[in-house]
T-cell receptor, first 114, second 114 residues
Framework: GNSVTQMEGPVTLSEEAFLTINCTYT??????LFWYVQYPGEGLQLLLK?????DKGSNKGFEATYRKETTSFHLEKGSVQVSDSAVYFC?????????????FGGGTRVLVKP | DAGITQSPRYKITETGRQVTLMCHQT?????MFWYRQDLGHGLRLIYY???????DKGEVPDGYVVSRSKTENFPLTLESATRSQTSVYFC?????????????FGQGTRLTVV
Protein backbone atom coordinates (compact mmCIF):
# COMPACT_ATOMS: atom_id res chain seq x y z
CA GLY A 1 0.00 0.00 0.00
CA ASN A 2 0.86 3.67 0.11
CA SER A 3 2.73 5.32 2.96
CA VAL A 4 4.37 8.63 3.80
CA THR A 5 7.20 9.16 6.27
CA GLN A 6 8.24 12.58 7.46
CA MET A 7 10.64 13.75 10.09
CA GLU A 8 9.31 13.99 13.59
CA GLY A 9 9.19 17.29 15.36
CA PRO A 10 9.01 19.54 16.99
CA VAL A 11 11.39 21.65 14.99
CA THR A 12 12.33 24.87 16.75
CA LEU A 13 13.94 27.66 14.77
CA SER A 14 14.79 31.29 15.09
CA GLU A 15 13.26 33.81 12.75
CA GLU A 16 15.04 34.05 9.36
CA ALA A 17 16.52 30.57 9.74
CA PHE A 18 16.41 27.97 6.96
CA LEU A 19 13.77 25.28 7.27
CA THR A 20 13.85 21.78 5.81
CA ILE A 21 11.29 19.07 6.52
CA ASN A 22 12.09 15.70 5.00
CA CYS A 23 9.38 13.58 3.41
CA THR A 24 9.68 10.22 1.68
CA TYR A 25 6.94 8.07 0.27
CA THR A 26 6.05 4.60 -0.90
CA UNK A 27 3.41 4.26 -3.57
CA UNK A 28 2.11 1.51 -5.79
CA UNK A 29 1.36 3.86 -8.66
CA UNK A 30 2.43 7.33 -9.73
CA UNK A 31 0.93 9.64 -7.12
CA UNK A 32 0.60 13.36 -6.81
CA LEU A 33 2.38 14.86 -3.80
CA PHE A 34 1.20 17.59 -1.47
CA TRP A 35 2.20 19.62 1.52
CA TYR A 36 -0.64 20.73 3.75
CA VAL A 37 -0.27 23.14 6.67
CA GLN A 38 -2.34 23.33 9.84
CA TYR A 39 -2.22 26.58 11.79
CA PRO A 40 -3.24 26.48 15.46
CA GLY A 41 -6.94 25.82 15.90
CA GLU A 42 -7.61 25.47 12.19
CA GLY A 43 -8.14 22.78 9.60
CA LEU A 44 -5.57 21.80 7.03
CA GLN A 45 -4.99 23.90 3.96
CA LEU A 46 -3.00 23.20 0.88
CA LEU A 47 0.46 24.74 0.85
CA LEU A 48 1.83 23.37 -2.42
CA LYS A 49 1.66 20.38 -4.71
CA UNK A 50 3.46 18.56 -7.53
CA UNK A 51 2.04 16.02 -9.93
CA UNK A 52 5.00 14.53 -11.78
CA UNK A 53 8.68 13.87 -11.46
CA UNK A 54 10.93 16.96 -11.23
CA ASP A 55 7.95 19.28 -10.75
CA LYS A 56 8.58 21.99 -8.19
CA GLY A 57 5.68 23.24 -6.11
CA SER A 58 6.00 26.63 -4.47
CA ASN A 59 3.91 28.97 -2.37
CA LYS A 60 4.52 31.62 0.31
CA GLY A 61 8.29 31.15 0.01
CA PHE A 62 8.05 27.37 0.51
CA GLU A 63 9.30 24.96 -2.14
CA ALA A 64 9.33 21.22 -2.68
CA THR A 65 10.53 19.17 -5.65
CA TYR A 66 9.06 15.80 -6.69
CA ARG A 67 12.03 13.43 -6.74
CA LYS A 68 10.91 10.11 -8.18
CA GLU A 69 14.36 8.51 -8.05
CA THR A 70 14.61 9.04 -4.30
CA THR A 71 10.83 8.95 -3.65
CA SER A 72 11.08 12.22 -1.76
CA PHE A 73 9.31 15.55 -1.53
CA HIS A 74 11.23 17.64 0.97
CA LEU A 75 9.83 21.00 2.04
CA GLU A 76 12.16 24.01 2.27
CA LYS A 77 11.95 27.67 3.11
CA GLY A 78 14.91 29.98 3.08
CA SER A 79 13.87 32.42 5.80
CA VAL A 80 11.09 31.51 8.20
CA GLN A 81 8.85 33.92 10.09
CA VAL A 82 7.01 33.55 13.37
CA SER A 83 3.80 33.24 11.34
CA ASP A 84 5.14 29.99 9.82
CA SER A 85 4.69 28.25 13.16
CA ALA A 86 2.33 25.39 12.35
CA VAL A 87 2.10 21.66 11.75
CA TYR A 88 3.14 20.56 8.27
CA PHE A 89 1.85 17.39 6.65
CA CYS A 90 3.26 15.64 3.62
CA UNK A 91 0.67 13.66 1.68
CA UNK A 92 0.18 11.69 -1.49
CA UNK A 93 -2.93 11.05 -3.50
CA UNK A 94 -4.38 7.72 -4.46
CA UNK A 95 -6.43 9.04 -7.32
CA UNK A 96 -9.07 7.33 -9.31
CA UNK A 97 -12.77 6.86 -9.58
CA UNK A 98 -13.19 6.77 -5.85
CA UNK A 99 -11.82 10.21 -5.37
CA UNK A 100 -8.52 11.79 -4.61
CA UNK A 101 -7.94 10.01 -1.29
CA UNK A 102 -4.95 11.27 0.64
CA UNK A 103 -2.35 9.31 2.60
CA PHE A 104 -0.65 11.53 5.18
CA GLY A 105 2.60 11.50 7.03
CA GLY A 106 2.59 11.94 10.79
CA GLY A 107 3.05 15.70 10.66
CA THR A 108 5.92 17.92 11.76
CA ARG A 109 5.33 20.69 14.24
CA VAL A 110 7.42 23.80 13.55
CA LEU A 111 7.91 26.54 16.09
CA VAL A 112 9.59 29.75 15.01
CA LYS A 113 10.83 32.01 17.77
CA PRO A 114 11.41 35.76 17.36
CA ASP B 1 -21.29 30.95 4.82
CA ALA B 2 -19.46 29.43 1.92
CA GLY B 3 -17.09 26.59 2.56
CA ILE B 4 -17.04 23.47 4.64
CA THR B 5 -18.26 23.51 8.20
CA GLN B 6 -18.23 20.94 10.93
CA SER B 7 -20.33 20.75 14.06
CA PRO B 8 -19.92 20.58 16.91
CA ARG B 9 -16.38 21.92 17.30
CA TYR B 10 -15.99 20.20 20.65
CA LYS B 11 -17.82 17.22 22.11
CA ILE B 12 -17.47 15.19 25.27
CA THR B 13 -19.40 11.95 25.42
CA GLU B 14 -19.50 8.83 27.52
CA THR B 15 -18.39 5.37 26.54
CA GLY B 16 -21.17 3.45 24.83
CA ARG B 17 -23.15 6.45 23.65
CA GLN B 18 -23.97 7.16 20.06
CA VAL B 19 -22.66 10.44 18.71
CA THR B 20 -22.95 12.07 15.30
CA LEU B 21 -20.52 14.56 13.84
CA MET B 22 -21.89 16.80 11.14
CA CYS B 23 -20.23 18.06 7.98
CA HIS B 24 -21.71 20.47 5.47
CA GLN B 25 -20.18 21.94 2.31
CA THR B 26 -21.58 24.64 0.06
CA UNK B 27 -19.57 23.99 -3.12
CA UNK B 28 -21.52 20.94 -4.31
CA UNK B 29 -18.29 18.97 -4.42
CA UNK B 30 -18.80 15.37 -5.41
CA UNK B 31 -16.24 13.86 -3.08
CA MET B 32 -16.26 14.02 0.68
CA PHE B 33 -14.01 12.43 3.27
CA TRP B 34 -13.71 11.83 6.99
CA TYR B 35 -10.27 11.67 8.60
CA ARG B 36 -9.18 11.30 12.17
CA GLN B 37 -6.04 12.96 13.47
CA ASP B 38 -4.03 11.28 16.19
CA LEU B 39 -0.60 12.17 17.50
CA GLY B 40 2.08 10.34 15.58
CA HIS B 41 -0.34 9.01 12.97
CA GLY B 42 -1.12 12.12 11.03
CA LEU B 43 -4.55 11.90 9.45
CA ARG B 44 -6.11 8.56 8.61
CA LEU B 45 -9.07 8.07 6.32
CA ILE B 46 -12.20 6.67 7.95
CA TYR B 47 -14.78 6.81 5.15
CA TYR B 48 -15.25 8.60 1.88
CA UNK B 49 -18.02 9.27 -0.57
CA UNK B 50 -17.92 9.82 -4.33
CA UNK B 51 -21.49 11.12 -4.58
CA UNK B 52 -24.83 11.03 -2.82
CA UNK B 53 -25.67 7.49 -1.73
CA UNK B 54 -22.17 6.23 -2.61
CA UNK B 55 -19.85 5.60 0.32
CA ASP B 56 -16.88 3.36 0.97
CA LYS B 57 -14.52 2.40 3.74
CA GLY B 58 -11.14 3.95 4.28
CA GLU B 59 -8.22 2.80 6.37
CA VAL B 60 -9.89 2.82 9.83
CA PRO B 61 -13.68 2.35 9.43
CA ASP B 62 -14.45 0.07 12.39
CA GLY B 63 -16.94 1.56 14.84
CA TYR B 64 -18.10 4.28 12.44
CA VAL B 65 -21.09 4.66 10.14
CA VAL B 66 -21.64 7.28 7.43
CA SER B 67 -24.47 8.30 5.17
CA ARG B 68 -24.83 10.75 2.34
CA SER B 69 -28.43 11.37 1.36
CA LYS B 70 -27.62 14.87 0.05
CA THR B 71 -24.52 16.01 -1.79
CA GLU B 72 -23.76 18.75 0.72
CA ASN B 73 -23.95 16.70 3.92
CA PHE B 74 -21.79 13.84 5.13
CA PRO B 75 -22.46 12.94 8.78
CA LEU B 76 -20.23 10.54 10.70
CA THR B 77 -21.77 8.44 13.46
CA LEU B 78 -20.00 6.59 16.21
CA GLU B 79 -22.49 3.85 17.03
CA SER B 80 -21.12 3.06 20.49
CA ALA B 81 -18.27 5.38 21.41
CA THR B 82 -15.07 3.97 22.86
CA ARG B 83 -12.13 5.76 24.46
CA SER B 84 -9.94 4.81 21.50
CA GLN B 85 -12.16 7.03 19.37
CA THR B 86 -11.03 10.11 21.28
CA SER B 87 -9.51 12.14 18.48
CA VAL B 88 -9.82 15.19 16.28
CA TYR B 89 -12.05 14.52 13.29
CA PHE B 90 -11.74 16.37 10.01
CA CYS B 91 -14.17 16.42 7.17
CA UNK B 92 -12.90 17.31 3.71
CA UNK B 93 -14.27 17.72 0.23
CA UNK B 94 -12.86 17.85 -3.27
CA UNK B 95 -14.29 18.72 -6.63
CA UNK B 96 -12.99 15.81 -8.64
CA UNK B 97 -10.80 12.72 -8.66
CA UNK B 98 -8.10 14.35 -10.75
CA UNK B 99 -4.62 13.63 -9.42
CA UNK B 100 -3.86 17.24 -8.53
CA UNK B 101 -7.21 18.06 -6.98
CA UNK B 102 -7.03 20.06 -3.78
CA UNK B 103 -8.93 18.86 -0.73
CA UNK B 104 -10.65 21.46 1.42
CA PHE B 105 -10.85 20.77 5.12
CA GLY B 106 -13.22 21.83 7.85
CA GLN B 107 -11.94 23.19 11.15
CA GLY B 108 -12.30 19.86 12.88
CA THR B 109 -14.28 18.39 15.75
CA ARG B 110 -12.41 17.51 18.91
CA LEU B 111 -14.15 14.48 20.42
CA THR B 112 -13.38 13.19 23.89
CA VAL B 113 -14.84 9.89 25.04
CA VAL B 114 -14.79 9.44 28.81
Amino acid sequence: GNSVTQMEGPVTLSEEAFLTINCTYTATGYPSLFWYVQYPGEGLQLLLKATKADDKGSNKGFEATYRKETTSFHLEKGSVQVSDSAVYFCALSDYGAAGNKLTFGGGTRVLVKP
Amino acid sequence: DAGITQSPRYKITETGRQVTLMCHQTWSHSYMFWYRQDLGHGLRLIYYSAAADITDKGEVPDGYVVSRSKTENFPLTLESATRSQTSVYFCASSESAERDTEAFFGQGTRLTVV
